[in-house]
């Protein structure tokens, strides 16, 4: 069995569906999950889905996926514009990595037109909620069979 993709979810993300609603969405975290899941199982792949709220944790997880991972998904959150040890945590994992926002960063205030995930980031797709995630597992699964 291939490694999981490890989807990685970041501050406040945990209150998607009453959080913002108009920027973020309806759409809660366990929603997104299940459309995860829904997605990978489509593509013959497996996810494995957090959310932490701490940096910390994230920073851990990241390496964590340079060897029980096949790819990684990230949204940061706002660790996206702010943190350089994600960014080292990301440059030390070899496994392709998608970035996602479920808004478009770029179209909000000028410091979330920063990211240093995407120095990492073999691609970056933000402004497309939920449907954004779903692209991001497959991109990843195309990336894993072309290496
Ligand atoms: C976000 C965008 C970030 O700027 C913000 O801090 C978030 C969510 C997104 O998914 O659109 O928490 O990453």
Known sequence: MANPIYILNGPNLNLLGSREPE????????DLE???VRKAQRLGRTVDFRQSNTEGDLVGWIQEA???ASGLIVNAGAYTHTSIAILDALLACKVPIVEVHLSNIFTREPFRHRSYVSQAAKGVICGLGGLGYELA????AAAVSDA
């Open 23 to 30: 920027v973020y969405g309806i759409e809660t975290l366990v």
């Open 34 to 36: 299940q459309r995860c």
């Open 66 to 68: 340079r060897t029980n």
């Open 137 to 140: 597992i497959e991109a990843v």
